[in-house]
């Protein structure tokens, strides 16, 4: 059995990382009680069908939050709550979040790894 961490790199394709948001850095003001290690989900109702990418990102066996910016609720699956409105969207624009979906991989309150654009299934590709 793989630790959920290397599980949820393998799904997203840890090669293919290619996000403007800047590695290292502390996550902005939000709304949760951070953990030692999460995931953060951050999406719009233009990004197509999620299916693929939140079954990956909720089998990783980490905390998942998810943050649906723009002002267009769109769901997440059951069991999460998505922060929504002005503040969500102010948290991608701090991160500098460039394409969406985008998926952070968070230790401490920091970004350690992070992936923008289409969930294909077998990574995180740049967004068309």
């Given at each position: 059995m793989r630790a959920?961490?290397?599980?949820?790199?393998?799904?997203?394709?840890?090669?293919q990382a290619d996000a403007r948001v800047r590695l290292g850095e502390p996550l902005p003001p939000h709304p949760w009680q951070s953990a030692g290690r999460e995931v953060v989900v951050i999406y719009t109702h233009d990004c197509g069908d999620l299916g693929?990418?939140?079954?990956?990102?909720?089998?990783?066996g980490l905390p998942v939050r998810a943050v649906n910016v723009q002002g267009v609720s769109t769901p997440a699956p059951a069991g999460l709550t998505p922060w929504r409105g002005a503040d969500a969207e102010q948290f991608a624009r701090q991160l500098k979040v460039g394409t969406y979906p985008a998926v952070l991989l968070v230790r401490e309150g920091r970004i350690?790894?992070?992936?923008?654009?289409t969930f294909q299934g077998t990574g995180l590709t740049r967004g068309e």
């Amino acid at each position: 059995m793989r630790a959920p961490l290397l599980s949820l790199l393998l799904a997203l394709g840890a090669g293919q990382a290619d996000a403007r948001v800047r590695l290292g850095e502390p996550l902005p003001p939000h709304p949760w009680q951070s953990a030692g290690r999460e995931v953060v989900v951050i999406y719009t109702h233009d990004c197509g069908d999620l299916g693929e990418l939140w079954g990956a990102v909720m089998e990783s066996g980490l905390p998942v939050r998810a943050v649906n910016v723009q002002g267009v609720s769109t769901p997440a699956p059951a069991g999460l709550t998505p922060w929504r409105g002005a503040d969500a969207e102010q948290f991608a624009r701090q991160l500098k979040v460039g394409t969406y979906p985008a998926v952070l991989l968070v230790r401490e309150g920091r970004i350690l790894n992070a992936w923008e654009g289409t969930f294909q299934g077998t990574g995180l590709t740049r967004g068309e």
